[in-house]
Structure formats: C-alpha cells, structure tokens
C-alpha cells in the first residue's frame, strides 16, 4: 500500500508557481507531522517545510517567503504552494509523514512518497 503520494509537480519558468499536493492513504491514531523535503541530483536531501497536525509550520531559510504549507485534514491532504520560483528550487519534492506519540508510534518509523520532480528554468 502507497502511503503518501505526492503531484504537481512539473516544469517552469523561475518567478512562476506550482503547487504540490501529497495525498496521504495513512491511517493512524499516533500524532503526525508532516513534511516536505526536496533533492537535487549531486546534492543532500533537506528539509523544505513542516506541518503537524496541531498547525504548527516551519520552513527552512531558503524557501520563507515564498513557500506555504497547508492541509486539508478532511482531504489527508497537505500542499505545498510554490510561489517565485528560482532555478535552484529545481528538485525532487517528497512527502514525509513521521509519527510520533508513544514509543509505539515512533517505531513505526517515517513513511516517504515516491517524489515528484519540479524543474525551474531560467
């Protein structure tokens, strides 16, 4: 079974936008927070944004004020909206789920989504 499944992803021109969507399947009664993390070939997967289920948000220095994390509970959805783009955004944009509560929960260990891969061109 596909836990979270990301899409949106695509090609653009930098100063453009797109908007990533993670489709979460995941059913649990541990806490979850949720994340984006993106990886560019040659380069170290970071952390992009955060959300936990109790709407706290962080974002790493280099996407804060461009980027948005948002969710849909309802939906198990959380998006990613993309705004000013800029060629070193190119990358690919996965979806995290880590639990957290109990030690049980936290043993169940992270769960990532295939990635999908945003281009930013000059």
């Known amino acids: 079974q596909e836990q979270l499944v990301e899409s949106g992803g695509g090609s653009v021109q930098a100063g453009g936008s797109l908007r990533l969507t993670c489709l979460r399947s995941l059913t649990t009664d541990c806490d979850v927070n949720m994340y984006w993390y993106r990886q560019a070939p040659g380069k170290e997967r970071e952390f992009v944004a955060t959300?936990?289920?109790?709407?706290?948000?962080a974002y790493s220095d280099a996407v804060k004020g461009r980027f948005s994390i948002s969710q849909d509970l309802a939906k198990n959805e959380v998006y990613l909206q993309m705004n000013l783009l800029k060629p070193e955004d190119t990358a690919t944009y996965y979806c995290?789920?880590?639990?957290?509560?109990?030690?049980?929960?936290?043993?169940?260990?992270?769960?990532w989504g295939q990635g999908t891969q945003v281009t930013v061109s000059a």
């Open positions: 959300i936990s289920r109790f709407n706290t948000i």
């Open positions: 995290k789920a880590a639990l957290y509560g109990d030690p049980e929960c936290s043993a169940q260990g992270d769960y």
